[in-house]
C-alpha cells in the first residue's frame, strides 16, 4: 500500500552512512544531494460479500512509508482519517446495469440489492470526487460451497470456556480449488496479536486458509481453537475464492493485522485493481450461526 519502495528509503541511508564514513579520512567531504520522488496516492480497495445480496466496498488512499513511524502512525487516530475517502463514487456493474453503493462512514460504502449469481462477471468503479483518484476491477462469482462437517466443540471450566471448532471439507471438483473460512465473535485463540490496536483485529485472527493441495483422498478434516468475544453468538463463513484471492490473503496475513500493513515495512500485495491497490472479490459466502451458550 506504500508505493515509495522500503528498498530506496533503505538505500539512502545507506548512502548516508557510507558517506558519513568516508568523512573521517577527509576534513571536507563534498556535500551530496539526495533526491526521493514525490510520493502519488492511490486508491486502496477492500471488498466483503454477505449473503442476501450485500456488498460492501471500503476506500482508502495510499501514503509514503516517510510519513512518520509506522508505531507512532498508528494510534494516530487524526492521519488515519486522512486515509479513509468519505466522498466517492462507488459502482458495480452486472448482467447489463450498473448499482451505485451508499456511503455509509469510515471510507465504507454498501448495497443490498446485488445478486450473488454463479459465474457472473461485476466490474467495480472508484471515483474519489476531492482527490480526483480512480480505479477500477472486475472479477468472477465462483459457486458457492458448503462445509461436509462444522461443529464447535465446547468445554467449560471454572475459569473460562474453550471452544474448538472442528469442520470438514469435500474437494468440489477436479479443477483446483481454494477456500476462506471467516469467524465473526471469536478469533483464532494461537494467533492472538500481542498488542490490539483500536478495534481492528489482526487479519490472521479472524480468517482460515485452505486449498484443495493439503486434502486427502478428497477431503480436508481441521480444527481451530477459538477465543470468544463479549458475545457468545459465533458466525462461521465458508467462500470458494479465487486463486489470485488467495495468495493475497496469504500475503496479507503476514502483515499481522490491517494497522500494520497500512503503517508497517511494505509487502508487495498482489492486486486486480486498475490503478491502485488492493483487491475486488465478489466470493459467494455460506453462513452457519452458532449460540454457544445454549451448546
Known amino acids: 500500500m506504500k508505493t515509495l519502495s522500503f528498498l530506496t528509503k533503505k538505500l539512502g541511508f545507506g548512502i548516508i552512512w557510507l558517506l558519513l564514513g568516508l568523512g573521517l579520512f577527509s576534513c571536507e567531504p563534498d556535500p551530496i544531494e539526495i533526491e526521493l520522488p514525490a510520493h502519488e496516492p492511490k486508491l486502496v480497495i477492500a471488498t466483503q460479500v454477505f449473503p442476501d445480496k450485500y456488498l460492501a466496498v471500503q476506500v482508502s488512499k495510499s501514503f509514503s512509508s516517510l510519513a512518520g513511524e509506522g508505531t507512532d502512525l498508528s494510534t494516530d487516530t487524526t492521519f488515519l482519517k486522512t486515509l479513509v475517502v468519505e466522498h466517492a463514487l462507488v459502482q458495480i456493474t452486472f448482467n ?49 460451497v458448503r462445509f461436509e462437517k462444522l461443529e464447535p466443540e465446547v468445554k467449560r471450566t471454572e475459569k473460562d470456556t474453550t471452544v474448538t471448532l472442528h469442520f470438514t471439507l469435500a474437494d ?40 484443495d493441495a493439503t486434502f486427502e483422498n478428497g477431503r480436508y478434516e481441521g480444527k481451530e481453537k477459538l477465543t470468544l468475544e463479549t458475545s457468545d453468538t459465533l458466525v462461521v463463513s465458508l467462500s470458494n475464492i479465487s486463486e489470485p484471492y488467495y495468495n493475497y490473503l496469504q500475503l496479507y496475513q503476514k502483515s499481522n493485522s490491517l494497522m ?33 451458550s445454549e451448546r
Open 260 to 292: 500494520n500493513q497500512l503503517t508497517g515495512e511494505p509487502i508487495n500485495l498482489p492486486t486486480n485493481i486498475q490503478n491502485g491497490y488492493g483487491f475486488f472479490s465478489a466470493h459467494n459466502p455460506m453462513v452457519q450461526i452458532f449460540k454457544i
Open 96 to 144: 447489463g446495469q450498473t448499482e451505485t453503493l451508499k456511503h455509509l462512514r469510515n471510507g465504507f460504502y454498501v448495497s443490498r440489492n446485488i445478486p450473488q449469481n454463479f459465474q457472473q462477471r461485476y466490474t467495480l468503479l472508484v471515483r474519489d470526487s476531492v482527490s480526483g483518484l480512480e480505479c477500477s476491477a472486475a472479477t468472477e462469482m465462483l459457486a458457492p
Open 172 to 211: 468440489p471438483g477436479p479443477k483446483r480449488n481454494f477456500f476462506l473460512i471467516s469467524l465473526v465473535g471469536a478469533n483464532r485463540k494461537n494467533l492472538l496479536p500481542k498488542n490490539r490496536i483500536g478495534t481492528f483485529n489482526a487479519v490472521q485472527e479472524q480468517i482460515i486458509l485452505v486449498n
